[in-house]
């Protein structure tokens, strides 16, 4: 079993096929967090509030972005099981973040 264990975690874990580069994902993320902050800004309801995000969510990674929600969910997951590239990313997503509030937007 422990030998199993060991196997396991010395394998890497396949990219998916359709895996969003990380700085398209940086976009995606700072897009995100500028929608999570709106929708909290408008003192909605908690369930409400879910239902507002995700209509804007699907809009901004569907119809903005042209990205098929289950290609984001899979390049999501596979970045939050890759650290170091996931913290990579978040800088990029700081600094996007950044320059859009010294920008004023």
């Known amino acids: 079993m422990v030998a199993a264990f060991l196997f396991s975690c010395g394998q890497k874990e396949a ?15 700072a897009d995100i967090h500028l929608l999570e902050a709106k929708v909290n800004a408008l003192n909605l309801s908690g369930d409400t509030s879910i239902a507002v995000y995700k209509a804007y969510e699907y809009d901004l990674l569907v119809n903005e972005r042209k990205i098929d929600t ?9 970045y939050k099981n890759h650290l170091k590239e996931f913290h990579q990313i ?4 700081g600094d996007s973040l950044n320059k859009k509030q010294t920008q004023g937007l």
């Open 70 to 78: 289950t290609v984001y969910q899979q390049s999501f997951e596979y």
């Open 90 to 93: 978040y800088e990029m997503v």
């Open 15 to 29: 990219k998916p096929p359709n895996l969003l580069p990380k700085d398209q994902m940086a976009g995606i993320l």
